[in-house]
């Protein structure tokens, strides 16, 4: 009720939003009906339905509210696209007849002839099928109908079927709209084209994902999702799908590596290079050329090329770096065509089509790992190059023949099967729509569906019931660990253990998962019942010690630092935690002894030699610490140090000392201010600790006093 009448008083406002008024009044007669008849006792069993195509209702008015204030004045490239189709007026089945009558003319022509007119008239009557899918809000009953019959005709060609369901998805990640779904869904069902098969259900389930809040409380999705994933091609294809989206979760990491890492080690590399290229040396054979190996390894480009090997071995896509400086062509300055299916004849390549072997032009054609948008890419990036380097890399490419007569065949067998061409095609969709969403000159203007972190978890209805098998779930949960997406990785080893029980390798993964998520006590749990499998691992009984001195049981982490010592009693890291705990626990002739461990195995250890000045202090013995605080300041010396031997200067009665080291803490500071706030702070700190050893108060006041009085600050300040 509160929705509505808060609705009904923006109407008010705005003139221009008079056309949700009759939608409104239905939903609030309906609801007021429904609530009369509740209140007064009646039983209705289909309470909820009413409930639920009321409050969907109202979202879909919102959405259209929103819309309308947008489209007066918004410059998005959306709300622009929004007015131009209010001024054409068009339908949308004038909109597919004209389509249809250009593409008719062509179709008649012969094989050997182009009309690159008639070419860039069909171009433009697809683009105009696109913008007018993607901006219409709501679509009609009729328009839904009519775009899914297009889509699923075996006559129509795979560009308009393929720019139909692209435009249906983009449309309702951008204001939802449960009929979008159903037709992307209807397309899927009833076509018997692989390839839109594949787009209709990545696009389905990237909408549904975009839009889960809203999408889990439909009744009448949940039923037809499940009645989906009940078919095992379906629940297979879905998998497959799904795999692809988080895949592309690499990609802006690989393009990290590549931009900062991977291209400035081979700039680095160039002179050694030029130098060992004119000495006759070649990189052709590197295994066998100890002088190729030995510059790889130094400058690090081998161990990235091994990573990038092992990441494409997994389906990483390493081919956006490489293309994403050849977005910048014309033909992707307007949206549809980040979308449109490779064809050789299109307006744009008509024109030097003669001057491209057709061996190149054969291999573009068939399906394989290039997505659609990088083979025009491609084909525009030829026309760019000079005509003598263009000719050369023609002629180099001639004499392959053979080889790329035989890439294109494994191409075309690789794929031949209907189980192939489904993987190979929404492999292509999907890093046609991450290019898109991430090079777009108007990227911004979209929202980021395949931005990490990919949660399968949070897909309605199906992210628990498809991922089911524990090899897939295993797998993505590493994936997830790798790339430290914990808390999704959390949700996947939670998976596993429920599929295929708790071992002391899951245990720890998801207890290690829960620790970098700050989950301290939950983590401790997971590994405590890892220990019950494996309470011999060095590993976890670091793990544990760490945890537990982090959650305050010294105690156990004393313990289990004990046990980690048994196997490298020298590790400085775990004597650090073993003697840091021990402090805590005010065992500090124990803590001594550690520390003086650590610095036998490393005399240059300053954590350790500090931490002996300081257990040295708790324990009274106030010449030593004064003695080994002398040692720190000597090699390591910070303001703190020159504080804690002065405390020790203090209550060992040597007045003078603690004033002379109390100054020079403050001399370290970068201006005498900064550092005799800092010396303040630190007194408060410790002053119940000083009096607790009977620390003279009127001395350290006086001292306190004499530090102050060079800034003119007053130690109350």
Request: glycine content about 6%.
């Amino acid at each position: 009720g509160c929705a509505m009448r808060s609705l009904r008083c923006c109407m008010l406002l705005d003139s221009r939003l008079s056309s949700l008024d009759a939608p409104l009044r239905s939903i609030e007669s309906v609801y007021k009906y429904m609530a009369d008849y509740m209140v007064d006792g009646g039983f209705d069993p289909d309470r909820k339905k009413y409930f639920d195509t009321a409050r969907d209702g109202l979202n879909t008015l919102y959405d259209r509210f929103c819309r309308e204030l947008e489209v007066a004045e918004s410059p998005e490239l959306y709300y622009s696209q929004v007015r131009t189709l209010g001024w054409l007026n068009e339908t949308l089945p004038a909109v597919i007849a004209s389509y249809r009558k250009v593409a008719g003319e062509l179709a008649l022509l012969p094989s050997d002839v182009q009309n690159a007119e008639k070419q860039e008239e069909r171009e433009h009557k697809l683009k105009n099928i696109f913008n007018y899918v993607w901006t219409t809000f709501p679509l009609a009953a009729d328009d839904l109908t009519e775009l899914v019959s297009l889509a699923t005709d075996e006559q129509s060609d795979f560009a308009v079927r393929s720019h139909i369901i692209v435009a249906l998805f983009l449309g309702c990640v951008k204001y939802y709209e449960r009929g979008r779904i159903e037709a992307m869904m209807d397309i899927y069902d009833r076509s018997s084209n692989v390839g839109v098969k594949a787009r209709a259900l990545m696009s389905a389930i990237l909408a549904v994902y975009a839009h889960s809040a809203r999408v889990c409380c439909d009744d009448g999705l949940a039923a037809r999702f499940n009645a989906w994933i009940d078919n095992a091609d379906n629940a297979k294809r879905l998998r497959t799908v799904i795999m692809d989206i988080i895949r592309t979760m690499d990609t802006d990491r690989i393009n990290k590596s590549m931009k900062e890492d991977f291209i400035p080690a081979l700039q680095k590399m160039k002179p050694e290079l030029d130098s060992m290229l004119k000495s006759g040396s070649s990189p052709t054979d590197i295994e066998g050329n100890p002088e190729w190996e030995e510059l790889m390894e130094k400058s690090g480009v081998g161990k990235k090329l091994r990573e990038f090997s092992e990441l494409q071995s997994e389906g990483a896509d390493m081919m956006m770096f490489a293309f994403s400086n050849l977005k910048g062509f014309p033909f992707f300055n307007e949206l549809p065509n980040w979308f449109l299916p490779f064809d050789e004849n299109h307006s744009r390549i008509l024109s030097m089509k003669s001057a491209i072997p057709d061996s190149i032009m054969s291999l573009l054609s068939v399906p394989g790992a290039m997505c659609d948008s990088d083979k025009y890419s491609f084909v525009f990036s030829l026309e760019k190059l000079p005509k003598a380097h263009r000719d050369a890399m023609f002629s180099q490419l001639q004499q392959q023949e053979e080889v790329l007569r035989q890439s294109i065949e494994e191409a075309t067998l690789s794929t031949s099967t209907s189980e192939n061409l489904f993987a190979n095609e929404s492999l292509r969709y999907t890093r046609d729509l991450n290019r898109f969403l991430k090079l777009f000159k108007y990227k911004g203007q979209f929202e980021d569906v395949l931005r990490p972190p990919f949660s399968v978890n949070k897909i309605p209805f199906m992210g628990d019931k498809v991922i089911d098998d524990a090899d897939t779930v295993q797998m993505i949960g590493e994936f997830y660990l790798r790339r430290k997406y914990y808390p999704e990785a959390e949700a996947m080893f939670r998976r596993l253990g429920k599929i295929a029980g708790e071992d002391a390798s899951l245990l720890e993964k998801l207890g290690y998962t829960l620790q970098q998520q700050g989950k301290y006590n939950e983590a401790l749990t997971q590994y405590r019942k890892a220990e019950l499998f494996n309470s011999d691992s060095l590993w976890l009984a670091k793990r544990m010690a760490g945890l537990c001195r982090r959650t305050g049981a010294y105690e156990d982490a004393v313990e289990y630092y004990d046990a980690a010592l048994l196997k490298q009693p020298d590790n400085e890291s775990m004597l650090m935690g073993k003697g840091i705990s021990l402090t805590l626990l005010k065992r500090y002739g124990e803590a001594l002894k550690v520390f003086y461990q650590m610095l036998y195995v490393n005399e240059h250890n300053a954590n350790a030699l500090r931490s002996i000045a300081w257990c040295e202090y708790m324990l009274g013995d106030y010449d030593k610490s004064i003695s080994s605080y002398s040692r720190v300041i000597g090699q390591f010396a910070e303001p703190v140090d020159y504080i804690n031997q002065g405390h020790a200067c203090l209550l060992s009665g040597n007045y003078k000392k603690c004033l002379e080291v109390y100054r020079l803490s403050v001399s370290m500071a970068k201006d005498t201010v900064a550092g005799i706030k800092y010396f303040l702070r630190n007194i408060k700190d410790d002053y119940e600790q000083l009096v607790d050893k009977g620390c003279d108060k009127t001395a350290l006041d006086i001292i306190v006093d004499k530090v102050c009085e060079g800034a003119y600050i007053s130690p109350e300040q």
